[in-house]
């Protein structure tokens, strides 16, 4: 098991602590009408993110989902710039052309989230092989849900990472359901992720996606595997979104008890216990809490104070010179 | 007389030529390494290259744009084949909502440099699912470059600018054309993207055509010669960027205009051409803007139907003799 220190995790917890108030702020500002769409909240995958990120290089490439404000963060795109894209402002990390489902930061190897089921397995996967032709020891790493097992893009992208033996790392967060219908009522394996990977012949292993030392151990280990040429890793990790699917789903298809046993094991909670295990005080504990809760409230400051965006946008960043002329 | 090359030679020439000015170049496909592809047109890429540079790849249309598109974002210049255009179908969520969109959607923070190839278009009776010219597919998607040249010289120039289009280009290669024979390139060709050429001058009415269509619509000038017709061909090469100034500079002179597309009147690209010209050069014409397009069916298999649904050069002739008379 990786070694983390109680300063490192405690920065880990700080970091999980950001997020999780930014999800919140998000549905609070929603809910006032400064958010338009829709959101899909990762509170309660906060561990997922984290842990991976901790276990990640600098110049390693990250492919997310829709819900993926988590990982956006994680990578370091700031909580302001993030509610700043969802505020539709001119400051938001995507300019406000991009919006809640399609939160990017790719000077920080955050190359997307991508709202169409599954799609960004084979563009990791690319972006791995692009690695392996160069020659770096860099490695992409795909999040998906439970939901992504299920569509072809994924078995045609762990196949062809199997072949190519490409330093590709595939983690599924399985929170139990795809939107409303839970993963195990349409899927015929038990773990859907982990089970299927050994039809391509890769490593899989289910981890405690709310442990993020747990998280952090097992994708650092699996970076370390493709890094040296052994190829890609399945990591199934079982979490739980503590929200519905998106705004407008209020979840009422949970069996009852279900969140509340969930919420017995947040993440937050899991990292707190640790750092009490590894002798950290009290009083520091609380004082990252308190960083955390002052960083959410200066993003939220400053995203609202951020101007609108600039309506001309809207015809700019089609083509690489910067344009949208498609005709002479 | 320059060195003749056939058009499914020039698109092996094409690559090769840019492969070796560029490493980062490298090519992905179903059975296009070694076999040298289903058309033969990767033969001697293998040999040169090596498997690395390129790579065949499993029937897998979604890994194989997929893969190409995460590679283009992080360095690479990848030149990703699907056989047939048909099949772009069965990886058409890369090429209508990953590829096009990256660039807009997250501000201009990622570029998607690739090449989609795909032998595309009818008149060989391959049937319904392998047959249809689909360039209005991509027409329909905003953030695509689409190139679909109709000779063996453009067909080496057209894919050096979309290797070096930091872009994404589907570049449509007739499967008509293939056996047909040109001039080569020379050392450095370049045909710009979007930019139409006059494949045969005239005085009498515009007849705008693209790739299989251009032969088609040169015979059917060639033939109306003889009565004193002076048709003049334009080639438009690419639809996006699409040369209208070229076309309304044309019908200026001949007020008269024939589009001539293999994919279906149904949301063919003539359609946006002639949407064009009827908003911008409608002083300019002095009759109906006239279409010859592929039937609204799928593709036929026996040779006697099929030339019932695609143009033909005796479809052409007749269009622009009623045009003329007009």
């Not at chain 1, 993030?82 to 300019?95: P, Q």
């Not at chain 2, 033969?43 to 499993?58: C, I, K, N, Q, S």
């Not at chain 2, 069965?90 to 201009?108: F, H, Q, S, V």
């Not at chain 2, 003539?270 to 803007?289: M, Q, R």
Request: aromatic share 6%; proline share 5%.
């Amino acid at each position: 098991m990786i070694q983390v220190d109680g300063f490192t995790l405690l920065g880990l917890y700080e970091q999980m602590a950001v997020i999780r108030g930014t999800e919140k702020a998000a549905h609070d500002l929603f809910l006032a009408g400064l958010v338009k769409g829709t959101t899909h909240l990762a509170a309660g995958h906060e561990a997922v993110a984290v842990g991976a990120s901790a276990a990640l290089e600098p110049d390693d490439y990250v492919f997310a989902t829709y819900r993926g404000h988590h990982h956006a963060m994680a990578r370091g795109a700031s909580p302001a710039e993030c509610l700043a894209e969802l505020m539709s402002k001119a400051t938001g990390v995507c300019k406000a052309k991009g919006g809640s489902m399609h939160l990017t930061k790719a000077s920080a190897g955050m190359l997307g989230s991508y709202a169409i089921v599954g799609a960004h397995l084979p563009i990791a996967a690319g972006a791995a092989w692009s690695a392996q032709l160069r020659g770096t020891s860099q490695v992409a790493v795909a999040f998906f849900g439970d939901g992504a097992t299920n569509i072809g893009a994924f078995h045609e992208a762990l196949n062809l990472a199997s072949v190519w033996s490409l330093p590709v790392l595939f983690i599924c967060e399985n929170n139990l359901y795809m939107e409303y219908t839970p993963i195990a009522s349409v899927t015929a394996a038990d773990h859907p992720a982990a089970d299927r990977a050994a039809g391509y012949r890769l490593p899989a292993e289910v981890i405690d996606g709310n442990d993020v030392v747990a998280v952090a151990d097992a994708v650092s280990r699996a970076a370390a595997r493709a890094r040296a040429g052994d190829g890609p890793t399945v990591l199934e990790a079982e979490t739980y979104r503590h929200f519905g699917h998106s705004r407008t789903d209020p979840a009422s298809y949970r069996p009852e008890g279900e969140l509340e046993e969930w919420l017995s094991r947040d993440p937050l909670d899991i990292a707190r216990a640790r750092l009490t295990e590894l002798g950290v005080p009290e009083a520091e504990i609380e004082a990252a809490a308190q960083r955390a809760a002052d960083t959410v409230a200066s993003a939220v400051a400053e995203a609202k104070a951020a101007d609108s965006a600039d309506p001309a946008e809207a015809l700019t960043d089609l083509w690489a010179d910067g344009g949208h002329q498609w005709r002479t | 007389m320059a060195d003749l090359i056939t058009y499914r030679d020039a698109v092996a020439e094409g690559l090769a030529r840019e492969m070796r000015r560029d490493p980062s170049v490298v090519c992905l496909g179903e059975d296009i390494g070694a076999a040298g592809g289903v058309f033969k047109t990767t033969v001697g890429l293998f040999a040169e290259f090596g498997p690395e540079r390129v790579r065949d790849t499993p029937i897998s249309e979604q890994a194989i744009v997929g893969m190409a598109m995460g590679a283009a974002m992080t360095g690479i210049r990848p030149v990703a084949e699907i056989m047939f255009s048909d099949f772009l179908a069965c990886c058409w969520d890369y090429l209508a909502n990953e590829i096009p969109k990256m660039r807009y959607m997250t501000g201009g923070q990622v570029t998607v440099p690739l090449v989609v190839r795909t032998a595309n278009g009818g008149g060989l009776g391959f049937g319904a699912q392998h047959s249809q010219s689909v360039e209005n597919w991509a027409l329909a998607v905003p953030g695509l470059k689409i190139a679909a040249p109709s000779n063996p010289a453009d067909v080496i120039g057209l894919l050096a600018s979309a290797v070096r289009s930091d872009d994404p280009v589907v570049f449509f290669e007739h499967k008509g054309l293939f056996a047909s024979r040109g001039e080569t390139a020379p050392a450095g060709h370049l045909v710009p993207l979007g930019q139409a050429a006059i494949a045969r001058p005239g005085t009498d009415v515009t007849v705008v055509a693209l790739a299989a269509t251009v032969p088609i619509a040169l015979a059917a000038a060639a033939e109306l010669e003889s009565t004193g017709v002076k048709a003049e061909v334009i080639d438009l090469r690419c639809l996006v960027p699409l040369d209208m100034a070229t076309v309304l500079e044309s019908v200026g002179r001949t007020s008269r205009l024939l589009i001539v597309e293999e994919n279906p009147y149904q949301g063919g690209w003539g359609g946006t051409v002639a949407s064009i010209v009827a908003d911008e050069g409608f002083e300019l014409l002095d009759a109906p803007i006239r279409r010859v397009a592929a039937a609204c069916v799928p593709l036929p298999f026996a040779d006697a139907l099929e030339d019932e649904v695609i143009p033909t050069t005796e479809k052409v002739v007749a269009a622009l003799r009623t045009l003329l008379a007009y």
